[in-house]
């Protein structure tokens, strides 16, 4: 899967994904939206961000492709209208799940025992 290239800008009602896209089937196009978390798929690509607000589908949400350009531009709605989203020229930090979320290397623990093993 590809990363395509892509821009956020917002306003007070829309975060606005502007996605590069040179190989587009635009019939294959999937957008997820849900809370902070925005999906994007077409193959052959994917882009998952997530946002430092919430996004809402509430049937406001809209889409265009310009085919000269070949960029896709997705208007998300915001679940509060008006909230300002800092940090969306932080684009690698978008592409990082919040640590919540990261998985975090095991921890290994002994539990009771001697310091000698038997068979």
């Known amino acids: 899967m590809l990363t395509p290239e892509f821009k956020l800008c917002q306003n007070d009602q829309y975060v ?40 809402v589908e509430d049937g406001r949400e809209k889409a265009s492709y310009d085919i000269d350009r070949g960029e896709m531009v997705v208007h998300a709605p915001k679940a509060n209208q008006g909230e300002w989203f800092d940090g969306l020229d932080m684009l690698t930090a978008l592409i990082a799940p919040p640590r ?5 290397r095991p921890s290994i623990e002994e539990i009771g ?7």
């Open 16 to 55: 606005v994904i502007t996605l590069k896209l040179r190989h587009a089937k635009i019939s294959e196009v999937e957008v997820y939206i849900d809370g902070p978390e925005f999906r994007f798929y077409m193959k052959p690509y994917y882009l998952r961000l997530f946002l430092p607000g919430d996004l």
């Open 100 to 104: 919540s979320q990261q998985w975090s």
């Open 113 to 119: 025992g001697s310091d000698h093993a038997t068979f």
